[in-house]
DNA sequence: GTACTTTTTCTTACACGTACGGAAATCTGT
DNA sequence: ACAGATTTCCGTACGTGTAAGAAAAAGTAC
């Protein structure tokens, strides 16, 4: 793996491409095809390599998609102007991260990232840690606390952008619908209740009233 | 793909392999080698017969993984005695799914899924639906509910398993710590100030907190 | 029995990610 | 100029999921 901040100039063979330049064509790549059309084979080709060369910049097919996310995190996520309120921050720094990522439909395959991602995503955790602490949270919960909201970000993104590939794939949406219509009522007596409306209901988007569930919860701190 | 509840005789040529006996080889591949060490071939060998005869029964990889955590599922979960009290009932009954995917470490591959999956969890579903309606939310709002702490379990459970996996692989772990060194604590305030105990404090399990501030948001209710 | 239909199985082939080892290109020291 | 050292690049090879279609094995109709 190349060092970032090679201090003179470096022995060896000289670099004919960049981690940089790699990260860039994919990009495109992804852009023109989808990340089902990012092959390692097809980068190496428009990058004017071979498939071997590109994994002495990256180390594998994973990692190359983490940067593409750190990338599009980097550029699009831009400090907005947030509420005064505490609480409305906190929410309001949820929302754009959720809205970014939501927005990028590769993104599964990667979102199971640990943390946030990029240095750029971090001012949007210092202002949910802070939004948390100033609203009287002390900071260790306040860290829980970031860290719930975002397995729930997190977990709706992904929960969401699967089941719309599915649906889009085939027709195993039907399978549900099979299982909802032929509940017994005696035994599952809400969810027979609901069954008619329950597609409708799941294809609502109610991240927000969650997530303001969610905060409101942690806000109340119930327990010692 | 064959049909469920073949009424009379079938025509055509019998079948030598069942989906019965391929999820159950599966599922032996996956206790012995892990979820890598199930290969198509493998399984196919395993079962007597070819990769490509193995397609008939299930569409994809993808699929069988699927039909695999349903298996896994139908006999981990076991109805239990949960709490009498409606909001303890809730909590208990996400608990209880979440502890047994929680230990199902070849989840990641599949828990993307839209909603929970087997018929098995269906009972556990009408129990926090059942929990939140009879603490006074109307119907819609329970399932709404319902969506949001499975899509805050499912995320809790993708997110920690693949920080475990990362951790195991290799060395990209140091990277955040790296990440977390470097902070400037002028414009990071809260993160430098908790920047040390970063690591620590996402160790931590602290789902069943979560949860407990989801369902307190949820049965909190403001906004109308 | 022979022809046709239907269902399952098998053969072949392809593009994929990537492990391995060696070749090429540069710098440093003599 | 020459000999390492070091880094990058690349040719080969393996095992993967699976698309496409041929082949096999059963039933039915005549």
């Given at each position: 793996m190349p060092q970032p901040s090679a201090p003179r100039k470096a022995p060896g063979r000289p670099a004919r491409i960049s981690r940089e330049e790699i990260i860039d064509t994919a990009r495109r790549i992804v852009a023109e095809g989808g990340v089902k059309g990012l092959t390692m084979r097809r980068l190496a080709a428009e990058v004017g390599?071979?498939?071997?060369?590109i994994y002495h910049h990256v180390r594998d097919k994973e990692e190359l998609l983490v940067l593409l996310l750190d990338d599009y995190a980097a550029r699009t996520l831009r400090r907005s102007r947030l509420p005064a309120d505490s609480r409305e921050r906190v929410v309001a720094a949820a929302g754009a991260v959720h809205d970014a990522l939501a927005a990028c439909p590769w993104i599964v395959e990667v979102l199971t990232a640990d943390d946030l991602m990029s240095t750029s995503a971090l001012w949007f955790v210092e202002q949910i840690v802070d939004g948390l602490v100033e609203c009287g949270l002390p900071l260790d919960r306040a860290v829980h606390g970031y860290r719930a909201i975002w397995y729930y970000t997190a977990g709706e993104i992904v929960v969401r952008a699967t089941a719309a590939r599915r649906r889009a794939d085939d027709d195993r949406a039907t399978y549900r619908e099979h299982v909802f219509a032929d509940l017994d009522p005696a035994e599952l007596p809400r969810l027979a209740q609901a069954s008619e409306r329950w597609a409708a209901l799941t294809a609502e988007d109610t991240y927000e009233d969650g997530l303001r569930a969610l905060v409101d919860g942690l806000l109340a701190g119930r327990r010692g």
């Open positions: 390599s071979t498939p071997m060369a």
